[in-house]
Structure formats: structure tokens, C-alpha cells
């Protein structure tokens, strides 16, 4: 084939041979003796459209396409390269027509209407790029990518069921795409279920067998959805405090026939009904233990049961029966431990969902013996692994600041938050695409270089992980000041094979020791526990290079009202922490003791539902809390400009336009605290948002 090109002369074959071979470097250096031998070639011209579009030289291959289409008005390929040209450079209008008119000469051609569709999802015509999206179906029906993006914009239209069925229908073409389970996780957790679709709900099962795909966020819908299980409505009928061994049998099996069991293992329960159950459950087992020893459903059910313990650090609250026969328990088990005895693996999972972790590390090897690779077996395993990790940190580090020193010991006893799964970020983004993906306000458009990231505050990890492979070419510090918060991301850091995480036990005073410089910064939840979080953020401006992003997160006092007449409530009667006294404090909102009824609200908080994360929310011993007037103040000090919120609830922008319609309304921090006024949960988390410098 190189012999096609002699003596300055070059053949149509040749030039379809580096065509198809993707040589447009090739191409592009020889343009003008292209020109000169083909310039009335329609296909020629097209292929030196196709090189430029590949270099990016738009413009040029504008030309060649236009030239092309003056020879053949009709020609597909030229048609509908140059309508990608300009979807991507914004003329949408003209993109619709190039392709319009190539459905005039070939009307069966399905990638034409998909791409019709593309134009006007990008125009947030989202009815007219439904419209579209389906006729390239009726053409083929096995596009997924034409199914997926009919369920986003049905999800823009806030039509979640119709957008589930084309997710779910994505999903039966292309199982094995971890983007089509990371959309389906999005819709699901923004989907208020009033029925329990058997489809839907196998689908939710086959997500929660994944560990990487899914995140927290999720819990709230899929417990919303079990409520509407018959059985599950039956076993809240019949909820009460003592259950006879039969009925015990009955509602684990109604239980195990659902995802409950599977999503308790994943996931802390953040639903009151539900969490009351499971205690009263984990209660009830354990007083019948001996005439349940035989049960395949309830041991199926405890096994899960144990997961939800450990996850939850053990909040349920014991009765002072409960916590005698659970102390003879323990001591028969330790017996047979000793002994070498057989134990019944109900016995042992339902030992193991009351706090005994020392007792199980140390037996090990004798419950691998009948329990082989089990739930439990690899929970002990995964802990005795964290000790280790937690070994490598320096546990002698020297705080500049005493309450550093003081909130560091609040981590060292209880780690936060235990966790099992993540919604792993696949994408390899330049910070470009970044900022496009969540819309910051950010203007460099050649960032290109390798991205180095600063996470100050990792905690265990799930977000440092989560976003490990997010940016291409990155590298990240993790610091945190907890030596157990350290071992433990660095043990799952392992879990999920990451390891381009480098952690490290530093406080954020001490920052500036690390000699570096970041093109991004995550800092959400520490400042607000700092004496003077202006001295933390102004190390943070130092540490962020020009044209860098910077994400905090800080508390907002207007989210946080019924959190914080508790935390009053805790200081006025001089409630130490402990977690006994943790829990005596929940058990008095959850039952609605008289004086606590003006706590209720905390039962629709996430962070109620654990020891670490309630410790956090209700006893932390340091807090400082922030309006939007104060960030704004903040910002300016420092010569930081806000590039918008970044919110897990992806509806609450659009909400926020209907009130606030004009361009770029989203980045006006007087805006948002309007909007706040008049949606006080808008920040229930914390304000989490983007600055740039």
C-alpha cells in the first residue's frame, strides 16, 4: 500500500487505506496534495473533515464537511460528522437540521435519530429528545445507550418510573456496564416508590450485590419501597414487642423472600420502623435461641442482622434481661471455644450481634473450622487486617493545637463511619470535564498535566476511595487526625485495590510541612470542628494551585436547628458521653418520651443511626456553625470565588431555577441564602460546595 504513493502522486485506495486505519496525522500532513489531485471528491473531502475533527481543528473541518455537502448534499457520513461538530461546539439547532436531512435519503438509518435526540437533550428539550431516542429504537432495539439516555431525561422530566423501565430495559441489553448500574442507583435513590414492583425490586437486588456501584444515599427510597411489600405491611401490623417462636419464623421469612436482608448487610437502616424491628428481632432471637437452632430462615436473616451490628457499631438498644442472657451466651460460646466444641451457627451469629469482637478476633481459626469463608469469618478477618493498618500510622504525633488534639481522641474511639460499599468514579476526567460534569464556575480550558489532589479530613475513606480513579493521571494525600480512621481507609483502600492513595496522619495546621502544591482540594466536615477555621482555610489557599478547585464543607446553623436544641438540651442537663448515655438519649426520642418530643426530627437524620455518626451529630466537643452571609464574608477574605453547591439531591437545582430562572443565577450566594429561608433541609447535611483562586 505505501507504494500507492510515488513520485507526488497519491490514490484513492491509499487514502481509504489510512482512513480506515485511523492514520489522520498521516492525512492531515498530506492535505494539499490531496487537494491537489481530488478537490471535487465528495468522500475525499469528507475524510479531511474526519482527520481535523480528530485533531480538534473544528473550523477546518467545518470547511472540508460543507465543501463535501456542495458536491453531495445527501452524503450520511459528511451529513452527520458535521451535526456532531455542531452539537459539540453549541449550535444545536444546526446540528438538528444536518440531521434531519439525512433521514430525507436514508430513513432507516438509526444513529441519525439517536443523534437528533442527543441535539435536543442538549437543548433540555427532553419530550422532543424522548421523541427521537425512540425512533432510533424502532430501527434498533437493542441501542442501550438510547435506552439509558430515554431514563435521563424521564429523570430530568422527574418521571422516575418511566425512567427506571428504560434504565431496567438498558440493563437487560448491557448487564455487565457499571454506568448503567450507577444510573439506576441515581434513580432509585430520587424515586419516592408507592409499589413494590417485582421487576424493579430484583433489579435493586442484583445492584446490592455489587460493592462499588451504589452509595448511602440509596437507603431511604429502597426502605421506602419494602413498606410496600404485602408481607412487610403484614409484619408492621403485627409489630410488637414479644414474638412466639412461630411468628419469629414468619417474618424472617417474609424478609428473606425480599432485598431486606441484602440491603442491611450493605447498608446502615435509617428508617425508624425498620430499625425498631431489628432490634426487637436481634431481642426476641436471642430470648428463643434454643427452640430457633434449627431454622434456615432465621439463620439466613441473623447472618444479615450481624452485618447491620457491625456497621451500626451496635446502637440497638438492651434490655437488662437482654444484656444477662446475653452474657451467659457469650460465656457458653467461650466455653466451647476453649473446648473445641461444635457451636451452632445461630448461636454464634446472633452472639456476634452484640458487641464480643475481641472474643471472635481471638477464635478465629476454630470458627473458620465449621464456618469456613463466612460473613463472619471475613468480618474478623477484615478487622484484624484494619488493627494491623492502624499499626502504621504514628500514633505519637505531636498537635500544634489542643483541640486538635482533643477532637482527635473523639475519632481514635469511634471511627467515622463504618461503611461496606461505594459508588466508585470510574470516569478519568480532566479537572475541565470535572467542573463541566458538577457545573462549576471555572474558566482554564488546557488542563492537562497530571492532577494532584489534597483530601484534608479522609476519615476512613469512602470518599478518598470513591474518587481514587475519578481524575486521569492523579495522585492523592489523604490526611487525617485519627491514627484508627487511617487504618481503616487504608484497609479498604485495599479492599477495593486503589492505590494511587498515599495517607497520612497530619492535622491541617501542619499542612504546609508536605512541601506541595494541589490542582484539588476536598475539605468537607473539619473546618467546622477547628478552634479558628479561618486558619485551616488559609493554609488551604496556600496549598491550591492557580486554576485549582476547592471543595468545603461546612455546617449550616439553619439545617441544623433541631440538632441543635438536642446538643442545648445534652449541655443544660450535663450529659457526658458515654454510650450508654448515647443511647438512653436516642431511646428517649425514639419512644417519644414526653420531654424529648422536640428532638423527633433527628429520626430523619442518617447520622442518628449509628454510635460513631450520633457521637458526631450530638456530643462532638467542637462545632462551629455557619450561614451563607458568614461563607460569603469568609470567601471574600481570602480572594475565593464560589463555583456553585454540589448536591447529592439532583433535583434541588432545578428547583432552585424555578425562583431564580436568570443565566448563572446558581452562583449568587445572596440567591441561595434566600432560597435557604424558604427551604430549611436544603443544607440538612452541610454546605458543600466549590471555590476556585
Not at 480538534?56 to 456542495?70: G, P, Q, T, V
Not at 418511566?162 to 448491557?174: G, P, V
Not at 435513590?189 to 417485582?198: C, E, K, P, Q
Request: glycine residues 2%.
Amino acid at each position: 500500500m505505501e507504494n500507492s504513493l510515488i513520485d507526488n502522486n497519491i490514490s484513492l485506495d491509499y487514502i481509504g487505506h489510512l482512513n480506515k486505519k485511523g492514520d489522520f496525522k498521516k492525512i492531515l500532513e498530506l492535505t494539499d496534495l490531496i487537494l491537489k489531485q481530488f478537490p471535487t471528491n465528495f468522500s475525499v473531502l469528507t475524510i479531511l473533515g474526519i482527520a481535523n475533527k480528530s485533531y480538534n481543528n473544528l473550523d477546518d473541518a467545518i470547511y472540508y464537511f460543507n465543501l463535501s455537502l456542495k458536491l453531495n448534499p445527501n452524503y450520511i457520513i459528511a451529513l452527520n460528522n458535521l451535526g456532531n461538530i455542531y452539537n459539540l461546539i453549541g449550535r444545536h439547532d444546526e446540528a438538528i437540521s444536518m440531521f434531519i436531512r439525512g433521514t430525507k435519503s436514508s430513513p432507516n438509518n438509526d444513529i441519525l435519530y439517536f443523534n437528533i435526540g442527543n441535539s435536543y437533550w442538549a437543548k433540555l428539550d427532553y419530550q422532543f429528545a424522548i421523541k427521537y431516542y425512540s425512533e432510533c429504537l424502532k430501527i434498533n432495539p437493542n441501542n442501550y445507550i438510547a435506552q439509558q439516555n430515554i431514563a435521563d431525561s424521564y429523570f430530568k422530566l422527574n418521571e422516575n418510573t418511566l425512567s427506571l423501565n428504560h434504565i431496567i430495559m438498558a440493563l437487560d441489553l448491557r448487564p455487565d456496564l457499571e454506568n448503567l448500574w450507577k444510573q439506576f442507583s441515581l434513580i432509585c435513590s430520587h424515586t419516592h416508590f408507592i409499589n413494590y414492583d417485582y421487576v424493579i425490586a430484583n433489579k435493586i437486588n442484583d445492584l446490592l450485590n455489587q460493592k462499588s456501584n451504589f452509595n448511602f444515599s440509596i437507603s431511604s427510597s429502597l426502605f421506602m419501597k419494602l413498606r410496600a411489600n404485602t408481607g412487610i405491611k403484614n409484619i408492621f401490623i403485627l409489630q410488637k414487642e414479644v414474638y412466639s417462636v412461630t411468628e419469629i419464623i414468619e417474618i424472617c421469612t417474609n424478609l428473606n423472600s425480599t432485598y431486606f436482608t441484602n440491603l442491611i448487610s450493605k447498608l446502615i437502616v435509617t428508617d425508624i420502623d425498620f430499625y425498631k424491628l431489628c432490634q426487637n428481632l436481634r431481642k426476641e432471637i436471642l430470648f428463643n435461641l434454643s427452640r430457633l437452632l434449627d431454622n434456615y430462615e432465621v439463620l439466613i436473616f441473623v447472618k444479615s442482622l450481624f452485618k447491620q451490628c457491625f456497621l451500626n457499631e451496635y446502637i440497638f438498644n438492651e434490655t437488662n434481661k437482654e444484656k444477662e442472657i446475653f452474657q451467659d451466651l457469650k460465656y457458653i460460646v467461650k466455653i466451647k471455644f476453649q473446648k473445641n466444641e461444635l457451636i451452632n451457627k445461630l448461636e454464634l451469629y446472633i452472639l456476634a450481634c452484640y458487641e464480643c469482637q475481641d472474643l471472635l478476633d481471638n477464635n478465629l481459626k476454630t470458627i473458620e473450622k465449621f464456618d469456613e469463608n463466612s460473613v463472619l469469618s471475613q468480618e474478623i478477618v477484615r478487622n484484624l487486617n484494619y488493627k494491623a493498618k492502624k499499626n502504621h500510622f504514628n500514633s505519637k504525633y505531636l498537635f500544634k493545637s489542643n483541640t486538635s488534639k482533643i477532637v482527635a481522641s473523639l475519632y481514635e474511639e469511634n471511627p467515622y463511619p463504618r461503611w461496606e460499599v461505594l459508588n466508585m468514579q470510574n470516569e478519568g476526567m480532566s479537572l475541565e470535564q470535572f467542573a463541566n460534569n458538577k457545573n462549576i464556575k471555572y474558566q482554564n480550558k488546557n488542563f492537562n498535566d497530571p492532577i494532584k489532589i489534597l483530601i484534608a479530613g479522609c476519615g476512613t475513606g469512602s470518599q478518598v476511595i470513591s474518587m481514587a480513579n475519578l481524575f486521569k493521571n492523579c495522585s492523592i494525600d489523604a490526611i487525617d487526625i485519627s491514627t484508627s480512621s487511617l487504618g481503616y481507609a487504608s484497609n479498604k483502600s485495599d479492599e477495593f485495590k486503589v492505590n494511587n492513595i498515599n495517607f497520612i496522619k497530619k492535622d491541617i495546621l501542619d499542612l504546609e510541612d508536605l512541601n506541595s502544591n494541589y490542582n484539588y482540594i476536598e475539605c468537607s466536615g473539619v473546618l467546622h470542628h477547628m478552634n479558628n477555621p479561618k486558619d485551616g482555610l488559609n493554609i488551604l489557599c496556600k496549598l491550591l494551585k492557580k486554576n485549582g478547585i476547592m471543595k468545603l464543607g461546612l455546617y449550616s446553623s439553619k439545617a441544623r436547628t433541631t440538632i441543635n436544641k438536642a446538643r442545648k438540651y445534652i449541655k443544660k442537663n450535663k450529659i457526658q458521653f458515654s454510650e450508654e448515655n448515647l443511647k438512653e438519649f436516642r431511646k428517649a426520642v425514639i419512644t417519644d418520651k414526653l420531654s424529648h418530643l422536640k428532638f423527633k426530627g433527628l429520626e430523619n437524620i442518617s447520622d442518628f443511626y449509628s454510635t460513631s455518626n450520633s457521637r458526631d451529630l450530638l456530643f462532638h466537643v467542637q462545632e462551629k456553625q455557619f450561614n451563607l452571609h458568614i461563607i460569603k464574608k469568609l470567601l471574600n477574605n481570602y480572594n475565593l470565588n464560589f463555583a456553585g453547591f454540589d448536591f447529592s439531591n439532583q433535583y434541588t437545582l432545578p428547583d432552585f431555577k424555578k425562583y431564580f430562572p436568570s443565566n448563572e443565577s446558581e452562583f449568587c450566594l445572596k440567591n441561595w441564602d434566600i432560597y435557604e429561608q424558604n427551604n430549611n433541609s436544603t443544607f440538612i447535611g452541610m454546605y458543600n460546595f466549590f471555590v476556585t483562586k
